[in-house]
């Protein structure tokens, strides 16, 4: 079995930071791209940022320039730094990975997701 786990949700004033942090662990072969979502409330979920293997980044129109997707190959894990926060960044934040298994079988994992609230 494969698992996600996100950290790093709470609630953040306006114009300021918080950092997501993921971890993929299990029997894990390789991690193709990984990605952030978000789903605000009564929106439907998208597309963060998304990071290759190699490092190329995607970002939405909406966070770039004030988010930044890494990762750590070796640790098997994705971070999210968002500064510059504002009330429409609200929402729950999901961990995305493509990943191969131990078997071979490559699948698409979430994480259980986590709040981020913006608001003074």
């Known amino acids: 079995q494969v698992h996600l786990v996100e950290s790093g949700g709470g609630l953040v004033q306006p114009g300021g930071s918080l950092r997501l942090s993921c971890a993929a662990s299990?029997?894990?072969?390789?991690?193709?791209?990984m990605a952030w979502y978000r789903q605000g409330p009564g929106n439907q979920r998208e597309s963060v940022a998304s990071i290759t293997s190699a490092g190329r980044t995607i970002y939405a129109d909406s966070v770039r320039g004030r988010f930044t997707i890494s990762r750590d190959n070796a640790k098997n894990t994705v971070n999210l730094q968002m500064n510059s926060l504002n009330p429409e960044d609200t929402g729950v934040y999901y961990c995305n990975a493509d990943i191969r298994d131990l078997t071979l079988r490559r699948s698409d994992y979430w994480g259980q997701g986590t709040q981020v609230t913006v608001s003074s």
């Open positions: 299990g029997r894990i072969a390789s991690i193709n791209a």
